[in-house]
């Protein structure tokens, strides 16, 4: 009953935060990080949660009991059920933790550099090459045969074992360099990988199988130079370049489309802040059909306004089929 309420739930609970997409994004329970606790708001895992700063995670009345029942469980069962209206006496006292002193400027950019070089050395522990790789074999089972591209993405790498916090266990994963608009490295991707029952590599059987290491505001995964093949940095005059939200729905843009330059956002709520060249003329968004809600409607909305304000025109592409462009690739080939 908590995880069908989870949207007045965590307004309740976490009235700091905010909606972005299907989740609600709060700082971290131990005031360690300005946006490390998410909560999933609709569908089979509404009301799960995980603080990516802390480690901890559950589900809604795991949420209920950390946030204002100092973690007592017993407690969180008798606040949830005066919430819902179940009990006929009142909610147990609040016992929400004190707020976290204010952040030392100089340890938070402490703090960043160290994450930002330990997403740099886990990209460099990468193997370059994806051919042979379960990556190639996953993108190949969403019909992304990097085969028939003249060249690898080298933004792309391939991680036999990582380490997985969720699940406490290492898997097979697709990293992803997320680079500022100097081109320097600043996050990394990650999307873990598993063997399926049928024989084929799918993501993971996690809760998030996908998570970003590192400050990733303004930067993107450069997917693909397009017909100039060079640099961002150095894109040729009235450059267009299109953006995606999805990593796999970038790269079904690359295989139909590969004369275009293609950068993938990592979140929707970060493509209106990704930092592009004066030279890039025009700007492709790229818009999954995955169901609109009115945080969507104003992220996307945000990031066309953005753009246009930098004088740039923007073009809007929908899939002619399925919910994103990796639908409409693999509805292709069929």
């Excluded at 995670?57 to 029942?69: I, K, P, Q, S, T």
């Excluded at 304000?309 to 069929?334: I, Y």
Aim: hydrophobic content about 45%; some cysteine.
């Amino acid at each position: 009953m908590l995880a069908a309420r989870a949207p007045e739930l965590v307004g309740r609970l976490l009235p700091d935060g905010r909606r972005e997409g299907h989740e609600w994004v709060h700082a971290s329970l131990n005031g360690t990080s300005r946006r490390s606790l998410s909560v999933h708001l609709t569908g089979r895992k509404a009301g799960v949660w995980s603080d990516f700063a802390s480690g901890d995670a559950g589900d809604a009345l795991d949420l209920v009991a950390a946030v204002v029942c100092a973690g007592k469980l017993r407690d969180a069962i008798a606040w949830a059920r005066a919430w819902l209206g179940l009990a006929d006496g009142p909610a147990p006292s609040e016992q929400r933790r004190p707020p976290p002193p204010a952040p030392d400027p100089a340890e938070a950019a402490r703090a960043e550099a160290a994450t930002r070089g330990a997403a740099i050395k886990l990209f460099l522990a990468g193997a370059e090459t994806l051919a042979g790789t379960p990556v190639a074999a996953y993108l190949a089972g969403r019909g992304i045969d990097l085969a028939e591209l003249t060249r690898q993405p080298r933004s792309l790498r391939y991680h036999p074992a990582l380490w997985n916090r969720e699940s406490h266990r290492h898997w097979p994963a697709m990293l992803a360099g997320i680079t500022d608009a100097a081109g320097d490295m600043v996050a990394v991707h990650r999307t873990w990988l598993a063997l399926a029952e049928d024989g084929r590599w799918r993501k993971a059987p996690l809760q998030d199988p996908k998570m970003s290491l590192g400050r990733l505001a303004g930067g993107a995964v450069r997917l693909w130079r397009g017909a100039s093949g060079k640099p961002l940095a150095r894109a040729p005059h009235d450059e267009t370049v299109a953006i995606g939200e999805g990593i796999e729905t970038a790269l079904s843009v690359v295989m139909a489309c590969p004369e275009l330059r293609v950068l993938y956002a990592v979140s929707l709520a970060n493509m209106a802040n990704v930092v592009l060249p004066p030279a890039v003329h025009t700007v492709i968004l790229l818009k999954d059909e995955d169901g609109a809600n009115v945080a969507t409607t104003r992220a996307f909305a945000r990031a066309i306004d953005a753009f246009q304000t930098q004088g740039r025109s923007v073009r809007v592409a929908r899939p002619p089929v399925g919910k994103d462009f990796n639908d409409a690739l693999l509805a292709e080939a069929v």
